[in-house]
């Protein structure tokens, strides 16, 4: 059974920092792109950052450049979401998922809570 479980999520002012981790199990992690989404209260779950199976490419949504980060690491199954400068805007339930080969996503996380307050 696949399980993706994010943490790390908070509250945070303006221009602060939170370091999100996903950890999956139940899956050969070395093959899944894994990428993190977001979505903030009636509006619908948009692509903020995503590394590529194997490591080695990352992916950047415009709005996450220059301040989010996203790292992998194939021993431990883990993906981190490391997010520098925060705005408000960048409120949202963020979500973990995995794509095998880079194709569709079909594992999601329960998501977790980022609020970052003005």
């Known amino acids: 059974q696949v399980r993706l479980v994010e943490s790390g999520g908070g509250l945070v002012q303006s221009g602060g920092s939170l370091r999100l981790s996903c950890a999956a199990s139940?899956?050969?992690?070395?093959?899944?792109?894994m990428g993190w989404f977001r979505q903030a209260p009636g509006k619908e779950r948009d692509f903020v950052a995503a590394?590529?199976?194997?490591?080695?490419?990352?992916q950047l949504a415009d709005s996450a450049k220059g301040r989010f980060t996203i790292s992998r690491d194939n021993a431990k199954n883990t993906v981190a979401l490391q997010m520098n400068s925060l705005k408000p805007e960048d409120t949202a339930v963020y979500y973990c998922?995995?794509?095998?080969?880079?194709?569709?996503?079909?594992?999601w996380g329960q998501g977790t809570q980022v609020t970052v307050s003005s």
């Open positions: 998922a995995a794509a095998l080969f880079g194709g569709e996503y079909t594992y």
């Open positions: 590394s590529t199976w194997g490591g080695g490419s990352t």
């Open positions: 139940g899956l050969t992690f070395s093959i899944y792109t």
